[in-house]
């Protein structure tokens, strides 16, 4: 029986109906993974790929990654322990991911704020910079265990050592941005966060800049419009 099959049975007691196929496709960065259904004459195939580093991870922490998809496309809510062992595995595999991508400025700001509000505890990630974003100043991927801030933030050096602060707490709290957008700023997040000095100027300023793009790029399509 299929690893996949094998995962579906101990999540839900049930068979996978159809064919089930897994690939490790170099697609992926770090551990990403993707899942999905197709139906047919021949009935429903199930498609997973992984990235290539999951060839060498063991096959329990393996079934608790394919249970994690097959659970959100076929919407079920058990969890297993197998999904347990998948998420603690995430939460520690930055310290074996290779640290290939590091800004030397990034890196050094970095190991600043390292010693000054988090004794020196955080294992440095990828810092890189990103595109030239007035809305999405920074973010954190914990499944490639990198940092990726706003080239705007060159210019700011006040804004980009509060907004690498503010990755480095989705670090330390250990969760992501999605889509640039972060779902996980919790009461702890939001307190730590207050902890920054001229925390609540620094995002004033950040606003004041956001909301100054918008309009010096209405003024471009203006300009644009009437030459
Ligand atoms: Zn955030």
Same mark, same amino acid.
């Given at each position: 029986?299929?690893?996949?099959?094998?995962s579906?049975?101990?999540?839900?007691? /049930?068979?996978?109906?159809?064919?089930?196929?897994?690939?490790?496709?170099?697609?992926?960065?770090?551990?990403? @993974?993707?899942?999905?259904?197709?139906?047919?004459?021949?009935?429903?195939?199930?498609?997973?790929?992984?990235?290539?580093?999951?060839?060498?991870?063991?096959?329990?922490?393996?079934?608790?990654?394919?249970?994690?998809?097959?659970?959100?496309?076929?919407?079920? /809510?058990? +969890?297993?322990?197998?999904?347990?062992?998948?998420?603690?595995?995430?939460?520690? &595999?930055?310290?074996?991911?290779?640290?290939?991508?590091?800004?030397?400025?990034?890196?050094?700001v970095?190991?600043?704020?390292?010693?000054?509000y988090?004794?020196?505890?955080?294992?440095?990630?990828?810092?890189?910079?990103?595109? @030239?974003?007035? +809305?999405?100043?920074?973010?954190?991927?914990?499944?490639?265990?990198?940092?990726?801030?706003?080239?705007?933030?060159?210019?700011?050096?006040?804004?980009?050592?509060?907004?690498?602060?503010?990755?480095?707490?989705?670090?330390?709290?250990?969760?992501?941005?999605?889509?640039?957008?972060?779902?996980?700023?919790?009461?702890?997040?939001? @307190?730590?966060?207050? @902890?920054?000095?001229?925390?609540?100027?620094?995002?004033?300023?950040?606003?004041?800049?956001?909301?100054?793009? +918008? &309009?010096?790029?209405?003024?471009?399509?203006?300009?644009?419009?009437?030459?």
């Open positions: 029986m299929s690893l996949i099959h094998q579906y049975i101990d999540l839900t007691g /049930k068979e996978l109906k159809g064919s089930a196929e897994l690939v490790y496709s170099g697609r992926f960065k770090g551990y990403n @993974a993707n899942i999905r259904m197709t139906k047919d004459l021949f009935g429903q195939r199930i498609e997973i790929a992984m990235s290539k580093a999951w060839e060498e991870v063991n096959d329990d922490i393996k079934k608790g990654l394919l249970q994690e998809l097959l659970s959100k496309l076929f919407k079920v /809510k058990t +969890r297993t322990m197998e999904m347990d062992l998948y998420h603690s595995f995430l939460k520690n &595999v930055h310290v074996a991911i290779p640290k290939a991508d590091q800004d030397p400025h990034l890196l050094s970095f190991q600043q704020l390292n010693e000054q988090f004794h020196g505890l955080l294992d440095p990630p990828n810092l890189v910079w990103g595109e @030239a974003s007035y +809305r999405q100043w920074g973010c954190y991927t914990y499944g490639t265990d990198t940092i990726s801030m706003s080239s705007i933030l060159q210019e700011h050096p006040d804004l980009l050592q509060y907004v690498l602060y503010h990755e480095m707490l989705h670090k330390k709290l250990k969760f992501a941005c999605k889509d640039g957008r972060s779902h996980h700023h919790t009461p702890e997040f939001r @307190a730590l966060e207050r @902890a920054f000095p001229q925390q609540s100027l620094l995002e004033e300023k950040l606003k004041r800049l956001h909301i100054a793009s +918008r &309009v010096s790029s209405r003024r471009k399509n203006v300009w644009r419009f009437w030459r």
